[in-house]
């Protein structure tokens, strides 16, 4: 599963990057935000630092303002996935953006049917988002697992991008299930490195080395 990193913020991006992390970044106009970046500036200097794709968001609601800003976005590097909301607009867009030869991710995502219009319209990733069904007590991971089967039921190439990952439990059934990609937080990335018995496991033989007196170095 590649591992996309949810959030405007460079240095953030820069140290999971370093590690061999980062497959692409995904940005949205609330993540722009929250940077308090110029989003043209911010997307730019990203893209410049990742080699995989890097989702810049269409603020437009109707189709041809979409396109009009997605060309203009897409213009920023070879490497921008233009990203629209799912909404009829949205599909149009992505119909055409996509036909011209750009990556297009098909953002807010809630039901399969969605999913499967999106794939038809010619979307590099579908974005279904698990924290937010989750959010009104639904299943965001039955929503992934469907996407799965209907994907593969007719050999659709749309990559699925598992979206609002919250938790390591999110990352970890994403993966089960066979989600293309994720996209996650900085914080929750980092905390998939985390475990209980680890920390327990390393006090003790922290402790024991010391009994030994030695030194490696
Ligand atoms: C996806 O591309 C979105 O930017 C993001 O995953 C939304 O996450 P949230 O629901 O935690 O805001």
């Not at 976005?73 to 490497?79: C, P, T, W």
């Not at 009104?136 to 991971?141: A, C, F, Q, R, S």
Request: charged fraction near 25%; hydrophobic fraction near 45%.
């Amino acid at each position: 599963m590649k591992f996309f990193v949810d959030t405007a913020e460079v240095d953030q991006i820069a140290e999971l990057n370093d590690l061999g992390m980062v497959d692409g970044v995904t940005t949205n106009p609330s993540l722009i935000m929250k940077s308090g970046r110029d989003i043209l500036e911010v997307t730019k200097e990203i893209a410049d630092m990742v080699e995989g794709p890097v989702s810049a968001e269409v603020v437009a609601l109707e189709a041809d303002a979409m396109i009009a800003e997605g060309r203009k976005l897409a213009k920023i590097a070879d490497n921008i996935a233009v990203k629209v909301p799912l909404t009829w607009d949205g599909l149009k867009a992505c119909k055409v953006l996509s036909g011209e030869g750009n990556m297009v991710n098909v953002t807010l995502c809630f039901s399969a049917n969605q999913a499967l219009l999106a794939a038809k319209a010619g979307a590099t990733f579908i974005s279904p988002f698990i924290g937010r069904l989750d959010d009104i007590n639904l299943d965001g991971m039955e929503l992934i697992s469907d996407i799965r089967q209907i994907y593969d039921n007719y050999g659709f190439e749309t990559q699925i991008l598992a979206a609002s990952i919250r938790s390591v439990n999110h990352a970890y059934l994403a993966a089960m299930i066979g989600s293309d990609v994720m996209t996650a937080p900085p914080k929750v990335i980092k905390q998939m490195a985390e475990h209980p018995l680890t920390d327990k496991g390393l006090e003790s033989f922290m402790a024991d080395w010391a009994k030994t007196g030695q030194k490696i170095l």
